[in-house]
């Protein structure tokens, strides 16, 4: 596996000697020379782009000016801005495809065509405080109609098996965003469309896990990944979490040469802390040094509501060691079930022969409505939305909770991610309290009950993306009071 390195890093960093309009003409002179975007595709605005990045317009507008200067991007008035089908470097990249690449791109062209173990929900209405979804009443349900309405007339002459590792288009749009918005430099062939996280974790365990392989997991951990490796004939190694993040030392000490490692870095769940640069550092060196692998799942990354947002650890240098999880149930609709993968390129091959036998399909009409989303520009316009709209909501949920029950809640948890952390005091019964809710039909969770070994304090976890209003905030949190007593 090749050595990461701290000078390819590639998320924007306010420290380093080169401007940040520089990191960002960079980044687009990088996608363009790998074949990332194509002629004639749409790039996010300056707005969105500044908004997705944490920098001012102004800079984003320099970078873009310089692009435009040099011919590498056209603007197109209201229509927006493209990659210019005269830029040097994206005719240098067309001239340079192998043959065999070729192919491919024309192959799949071709084809393209007790807890329940999640968050339990209403189909109808989500309970008060509900945890997993995004806000429900947000959903750009008039433009999903016309986008839906759009992809049936393309393919409606398309009538052949589909990819088994997902639409072109999806992984193409895919691999654009993140290289622009997480700096993450990857292809479109290292992208697999999966059905959800089950389908992401199941992908890699078919392909990858062997029997009682040995699986560090944070402790306090996410329900899903610890149930989901056990089935699989994982041994699960829990490795505690504090403000920092994952206990690498911890780690080492318990199971040095563990198989893989599977990490919330962007925002643990349950703790909502974000694993720091020298942890993450920590970690790579670890994976590097025993050939191990860590499933970075990109839990809540999209939603930080004050300061910078960390690199992703498959950002950090060129890296074989990270397989990368996204998923688009928090940012549109869980209804929508699909998620992606992304693996190190020398791990295509053989995830490309396990696609056919684990990957049970997602619709080729719902993948092509969200290429459409993400290509049209409505996907970074509705990110910035839903950002300022749940940086509101949780302050309102915040304050409504802390109005009826004073001091007996504590938030200490990041500005970050869809729910809300309420510290408890030890004396209290958290699973108790969790259970007295659930009967009177409010959706929060126990703390206490995420642990495995290590101890993780009492509290509750609520989701807040649901709530509309300060009205509503009150009501929910009177009645929760009530029925905690």
């Known amino acids: 596996m090749k050595k990461s390195s701290l000078h390819t890093l590639t998320a924007l960093d306010c420290d380093k000697s080169m401007p940040l309009y520089r990191q960002v003409y960079q980044r687009f002179i990088c996608a363009i020379k790998q074949d990332i975007f194509s002629s004639g595709q749409r790039v996010p605005s300056i707005r969105a782009l500044a908004s997705?990045?944490?920098?001012?317009?102004?800079?984003?507008?320099?970078?873009?000016?310089?692009?435009?200067?040099?011919?590498?991007?056209?603007?197109?008035?209201?229509?927006?801005?493209?990659?210019?089908?005269?830029?040097?470097?994206?005719?240098?990249?067309?001239?340079?495809?192998?043959?065999?690449?070729e192919i491919n791109d024309h192959k799949t062209l071709a084809r393209t065509g007790n807890d329940s173990l999640y968050d339990t929900a209403s189909e109808l209405q989500p309970l008060p405080y509900q945890l997993g979804l995004p806000a429900l009443?947000?959903?750009?349900?008039?433009?999903?109609?016309?986008?839906?309405?759009?992809?049936?007339?393309?393919?409606?002459?398309?009538?052949?098996?589909?990819?088994?590792?997902?639409?072109?288009?999806?992984?193409?749009?895919?691999?654009?965003?993140?290289?622009?918005?997480?700096?993450?430099?990857?292809?479109?062939?290292?992208?697999?469309?999966?059905?959800?996280?089950?389908?992401?974790?199941?992908?890699i365990g078919r392909t990858l896990l062997r029997p009682l392989d040995q699986v560090w997991l944070e402790d306090p951990c996410f329900p899903p990944g610890f149930h989901l490796m056990s089935e699989m004939g994982a041994q699960l190694m829990p490795v505690p979490v504090d403000e920092h993040g994952l206990c690498v030392a911890e780690g080492r000490a318990r199971a040095p040469h563990a198989r893989f490692a599977l990490v919330t870095p962007a925002h643990q769940s349950p703790l909502g802390v974000s694993?720091?640069?020298?942890?993450?550092?920590?970690?790579?060196?670890?994976?590097?040094?025993?050939?191990?692998?860590i499933i970075e799942d990109d839990y809540d990354s999209e939603y930080r509501y004050d300061g910078w947002p960390l690199p992703v650890l498959a950002s950090l240098g060129v890296n074989d060691n990270v397989l990368y999880l996204g998923t688009f149930s928090k940012v549109l609709s869980p209804?929508?079930?699909?998620?992606?993968?992304?693996?190190?390129?020398?791990?295509?091959q053989q995830?490309?022969?396990?696609c056919p036998i684990v990957n049970d399909g997602c619709p080729l009409l719902i993948q092509g409505v969200i290429a459409d989303f993400i290509n049209e520009g409505y996907f970074a316009r509705h990110l910035k939305k839903m950002r300022t709209l749940y940086s509101e909501r949780r302050e309102m949920v915040i304050e409504s909770l802390h109005m009826v029950f004073g001091d007996r809640l504590r938030f200490d948890a990041p500005a970050c991610g869809l729910h809300l952390l309420a510290r408890l005091d030890h004396a209290e019964d958290d699973l108790q309290l969790a259970q007295r809710a659930k009967r009177q039909q409010?959706?929060?969770?126990?703390?206490?009950?995420?642990?495995?070994?290590?101890?993780?304090?009492?509290?509750?976890?609520?989701?807040?993306?649901?709530?509309?209003?300060?009205?509503?905030?009150?009501?929910?949190?009177?009645?929760?009071?009530?029925c905690l007593g």
């Open 335 to 348: 209804a929508l079930r699909i998620a992606y993968l992304v693996v190190p390129k020398p791990l295509i």
């Open 137 to 203: 009443d947000m959903f750009p349900h008039k433009l999903w109609s016309s986008l839906i309405a759009q992809q049936i007339r393309k393919q409606s002459r398309c009538h052949a098996y589909p990819h088994s590792a997902g639409h072109s288009q999806l992984r193409e749009a895919i691999a654009a965003y993140l290289h622009i918005s997480r700096g993450l430099d990857c292809t479109p062939e290292q992208v697999f469309i999966t059905s959800g996280y089950r389908g992401s974790i199941g992908l």
């Open 52 to 101: 997705e990045l944490r920098i001012s317009r102004n800079t984003v507008e320099v970078a873009y000016d310089l692009l435009i200067g040099e011919g590498h991007l056209e603007a197109q008035g209201q229509a927006g801005t493209i990659v210019s089908p005269v830029s040097p470097y994206l005719r240098a990249a067309m001239n340079h495809r192998t043959p065999g690449r």
């Open 442 to 482: 409010f959706g929060v969770a126990a703390l206490s009950v995420r642990n495995i070994e290590a101890e993780c304090g009492k509290g509750l976890l609520l989701g807040f993306a649901n709530v509309s209003s300060r009205e509503q905030a009150l009501l929910q949190a009177h009645g929760l009071h009530q």
């Open 275 to 293: 694993l720091s640069l020298v942890r993450r550092l920590e970690l790579l060196a670890w994976a590097e040094q025993n050939n191990s692998f």
């Open 351 to 354: 995830f490309n022969k396990s």
